[in-house]
């Protein structure tokens, strides 16, 4: 089954204290995003990726941090949460970076930072 | 960066029409989106429309695009109670996607 997993599902952390949700997805996607939402603003874009190595500022990178090794994960870094960090958290991945490709989304990860 | 923005709810009855507005910022976005997110649910696309198209149907769905006016309408015809959900309009551009902040739609009987 073609999906876009997420791991943890929710996670209660403390400041500062440095954590990593992992997106895997298995249709050989080049693109890969994070976006966070809350409520009112919407998803909002923290980083994308077209390819393996190749990684992006959206419009909210600060104090977020992402990787691409291999092409199925991108995993996103907070290595110092701070409590305006906790939000909802998606992870997309499309086969390329523009047009009509359906983006497909994991699950959430739901993050508070106390 | 593009701004993208949705009213924030609707309410329409059961069999009624819906009408959800988007207006955006980035008159060189090339396709513009709509998602629909439900309970505890990522998000799902909807449709899409090419930015030099005027019109697209889609079954129940009719999206509607203005380019001078950077506005973009979805209407769901024959609303149903599984049409209740959190719509999302998006647009791209360099390969960055910008999403509004979500119409909530509520369908009452």
């Known amino acids: 089954e073609a999906q876009v997993t997420q791991n943890p599902r929710y996670l209660i952390t403390v400041t500062g204290k440095k954590l990593t949700v992992t997106c895997s997805q298995n249709m050989n996607h080049e693109y890969m995003s994070w976006y966070r939402q809350d409520p009112g603003l919407g998803l909002r874009q923290i980083y994308y990726?077209?390819?393996?190595?190749?990684?992006d500022k959206g419009d909210v990178p600060e104090g977020y941090k992402v990787s691409r090794k291999e092409k199925r994960n991108f995993p996103l870094i907070l290595e110092s949460p701070s409590p305006n960090q906790t939000s909802l958290y998606f992870c997309?991945?499309?086969?390329?970076?523009?047009?009509?490709?359906?983006?497909?989304f994991g699950p959430g990860t739901r993050l508070t930072v106390l | 960066g593009e701004d993208v923005e949705q009213s924030l709810f609707l309410s329409v009855r059961e069999g009624d029409s819906s009408v959800i507005n988007c207006t955006y910022t980035?008159?060189?976005?090339?396709?513009l989106y709509w998602y629909k997110q439900e309970p505890g649910a990522g998000l799902q696309l909807l449709t899409y429309?090419?930015?030099?198209?005027d019109m697209k149907q889609d079954q129940r769905l009719t999206v509607l695009l203005n380019k001078k006016d950077k506005h973009l309408s979805l209407r769901i015809a024959d609303t149903q109670t599984g049409d209740s959900a959190i719509y999302f309009c998006a647009a791209i551009n360099d390969y960055k996607l910008s999403f509004g902040a979500g119409t909530t739609v509520t369908v009452r009987a």
């Open positions: 429309i090419f930015s030099n198209m």
């Open positions: 990726s077209m390819n393996v190595e190749v990684t």
């Open positions: 997309a991945s499309k086969l390329r970076g523009v047009g009509t490709d359906t983006q497909y």
């Open positions: 980035d008159s060189s976005s090339t396709y």
